[in-house]
């Protein structure tokens, strides 16, 4: 387990280095940048990071689909696992507090910014999303189908729909616009659309 100081300094470095990656591109960051930005010397960020591209990894698993994958495997979501609309409306919740944190919005501006470059980080971002997170919550619908707590005809169909419906949301929200929505705005959006998927799936008396 790293010591906390050690543990706060790869958490410094990440947060200075999405600031600094998504204000001057990656290509146009240095090592030498980020150690000053962090207040250390280069040759103590190579200690932490053995360049830019093991950042940018870890970048990815801080923010984005990795971090909500991680939620899936947690206590309290498993303890979910037979009230699914408990569940989707505690997802919904998270990821509208992940989507208005303004670092997150960054990272996702650097993948914007850098969508044609660094193919093998994009890739592990993509291995966040269609298979970590979509596997997990995969999952979970396939455990409310077979408890009976809700009728569908493909379980994992289901989730994709679900995850889908709540991607739209964020595209309309955040990420197409010069500036996100407010926060209560892209909540009554969120409620109106778990409260119509819930119903779509539940099974009917």
């Not at 980080?121 to 970590?132: D, G, K, Q």
């Amino acid at each position: 387990m790293k010591s906390a100081p050690e543990a706060s300094s790869r958490q410094r470095i990440i947060v200075a280095s999405v600031d600094l990656f998504a204000a001057r591109g990656f290509a146009g960051t240095s090592m030498r940048q980020i150690a000053e930005a962090v207040g250390m010397r280069a040759s103590s960020l190579y200690n932490h990071f053995p360049g830019k591209e093991a950042i940018f990894s870890e970048i990815i698993e801080t923010y984005g689909p990795a971090s909500s994958a991680s939620w899936l495997t947690s206590p309290a979501y498993k303890a979910l696992k037979a009230e699914p609309a408990t569940f989707m409306k505690t997802f919904a919740a998270d990821l509208l507090d992940q989507w208005c944190d303004p670092r997150e919005q960054k990272f996702m501006e650097l993948l914007s910014l850098e969508r044609s470059r660094l193919t093998g980080e994009r890739a592990h971002f993509n291995e966040t999303w269609f298979e970590r997170e979509a596997g997990a919550m995969a999952d979970y619908f396939r455990g409310f189908a077979l408890g009976g707590t809700i009728r569908v005809a493909d379980p994992r169909e289901t989730s994709r729909l679900f995850v889908a419906g709540l991607t739209l949301i964020r595209m309309e929200h955040f990420l197409t616009r010069p500036e996100p929505s407010p926060r209560d705005t892209v909540r009554q959006a969120l409620d109106r659309f778990l409260a119509n998927f819930i119903d779509l799936i539940t099974p009917k008396a």
